[in-house]
């Protein structure tokens, strides 16, 4: 009579990355409904603390200012309306450059993907430094012309006046800041899954999204 114990099987944590506007948020929240998992949009929190240092007049480029900012995050600035403004990314931006404001976020970050049940977080750097570990990798991309083209659209919905050359200034302005910066930068793990959404509609990169979480989950069960 075979007595050994069933395998354990491992929590899916799904680590999305990729820069903004890329639709790695969109792609990690039907990630989260298809699975059944818990979602963080990781961004949020260095909004919240961007937003924080706004409120307080201070200088987003003020590390001392911004870490205090992180180290008392709001719950409630999650859902100020204007969290998601072109403004208020700028200072999310420069905010997260600051090794003492990721530091001051980590646990928190950790603390979701450590999850049981497992969780789907996007960001910038949840493969690479929040769940190094994650079974399932995606880097989601795409070109900055077609990500400035959606962003524009996203915030004159919220009736932003912002052009579209301006848009595209402040994509390439963050990809740099992003990819340039000391503390976790913006980069591709190399265990992560290469998905390019500049020609796909939402439904399909969602669909290579589930098939590259599903190869991804089939090579760990080998």
């Not at 990690?28 to 919240?48: E, F, N, Q």
């Not at 646990?107 to 450590?114: E, L, S």
């Not at 430094?129 to 962003?151: G, M, N, W, Y």
């Amino acid at each position: 009579m075979n007595t050994a114990p069933p395998p354990v099987t491992a929590p899916l944590v799904i680590a999305v990355d990729g820069p903004a506007a890329s639709g790695k948020g969109t792609i990690a929240k039907a990630l989260a409904r298809h699975y059944g998992l818990p979602h963080m949009d990781t961004g949020k929190l260095y909004r919240a603390c961007g937003l924080a240092v706004r409120l307080a007049g201070h200088d987003p480029y003020d590390a001392d200012a911004a870490a205090a900012a992180a180290n008392a995050i709001d719950a409630r600035l999650l859902d100020d309306p204007d969290l998601m403004s072109a403004l208020n990314s700028d200072y999310a931006s420069i905010v997260s450059s600051h090794p003492a404001v990721r530091a001051a976020l980590f646990d928190v970050q950790r603390a979701f993907a450590q999850q049981p049940g497992g969780a789907v977080l996007d960001g910038r750097d949840i493969g690479t430094v929040i769940a190094p570990d994650a079974i399932a990798k995606l880097f989601v991309t795409a070109a900055p012309e077609v990500r400035a083209h959606r962003r524009h659209a996203e915030q004159a919905g919220r009736g932003s006046e912002q052009t579209l050359a301006d848009v595209l200034a402040d994509i390439h302005a963050r990809d740099a800041r992003d990819s340039g910066r000391s503390a976790a930068p913006l980069v591709q793990a190399t265990d992560a899954a290469l998905l390019d959404t500049s020609n796909l509609s939402i439904a399909a990169a969602v669909a290579a999204a589930i098939a590259l979480v599903e190869k991804a989950r089939a090579q760990r069960r080998r």
